[in-house]
């Protein structure tokens, strides 16, 4: 379970000081799937970069069970996110001068994961795995950066607008494939979006508005990607 407390950010200094998470506090249940939602600008990926560990919060504490990350230096913290999370952005980050095998290998490699093909092979990309990102749709780099992330095994999978990029029809393809993938390997998903439909994906859905948390709902049931309007 993650323990978000009350924790604040801002961004500059003095005059410009700008605060961008203004006490925020929230749980995140082991093996569920949370949505972050707000409009652009609420703050969305300043929270997910914070819980995740990328970045630090002015005040305020993280806790992955009983470790508090905020206290953690910033080796241990460099350590922390290897070993527990992964990470899918809007842009997919791969690197193009490696084959999807090399770069879904670079993730497997950071956990010593030799199993690393199989993912490969459960994003639907086995037969393209000699080919390089340039050769590739945008659906299908985005599948190389989720096999990517979860060739480590992460026990969180953090993802900021992971189709906010894509059309329609890709999009929904790289949401279904993260949640069967999450059915078979069983790590918790929490995801950014600005987006109220995507948001029907997730069990518990955290609403932000100017840095603050406005509201936090389950859905009684948590749809699948192709029965969600986009
Ligand atoms: N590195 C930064 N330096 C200064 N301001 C920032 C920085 N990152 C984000 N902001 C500001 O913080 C606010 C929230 O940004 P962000 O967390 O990216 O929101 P969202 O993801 O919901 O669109 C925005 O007003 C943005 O301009
Ligand atoms: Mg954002």
């Known amino acids: 379970m993650i323990k978000v407390r009350d924790i604040t950010k801002s961004y500059g200094s003095g005059e410009s000081r700008f605060p961008v998470l203004k006490g925020i506090s929230l749980t995140i249940e082991e093996g569920g799937f949370a949505v972050i939602l707000g409009a652009s600008g609420s703050g969305k990926s300043t929270l997910l970069n914070t819980i995740s560990g990328l970045e630090r919060p002015d005040s305020g504490r993280i806790l992955y069970d009983t ?3 905020t206290a953690l230096s910033d080796p241990a913290l460099t350590e922390f996110r290897r070993a ?3 990470f899918i952005f809007q842009q997919y980050y791969l690197l193009p001068n ?3 095998d090399k770069n879904v290998k670079m993730g497997a490699d950071l956990a010593g994961n030799r199993e690393y093909p199989a993912v490969i092979e459960a994003v639907g990309l086995g037969e393209k795995r000699h080919k390089y990102p340039g050769e590739l749709s945008g659906g299908e780099q985005q599948r190389v950066s989720v096999a ?7 026990k ?3 993802m900021d607008e992971p189709t906010g990029a894509l059309d329609e ?3 929904r ?3 279904d494939y993260v949640c069967r993938l999450q059915k078979e390997y069983g790590f918790t998903i929490v995801m950014v979006t600005h987006n109220q439909n995507i948001a029907e994906m997730g069990d518990t859905v955290i609403r932000m508005n100017s840095g603050k948390v406005s509201g936090i709902y389950t ?5 699948n990607a192709y029965e969600i309007g986009w």
Do not use: C, H, M, Y
């Not at 990517?148 to 992460?154: G, M, N, S």
């Not at 859905?219 to 749809?223: A, G, P, S, W």
């Open 84 to 86: 527990n999370v992964g």
């Open 169 to 171: 029809e890709t999009g």
């Open 156 to 158: 969180i999978l953090f």
């Open 173 to 175: 393809q790289v949401l």
């Open 67 to 69: 470790t508090d990350i």
């Open 219 to 223: 859905n009684e049931r948590r749809k």
């Open 148 to 154: 990517r992330a979860l060739a480590k095994r992460p």
């Open 98 to 100: 490696l084959s999807v």
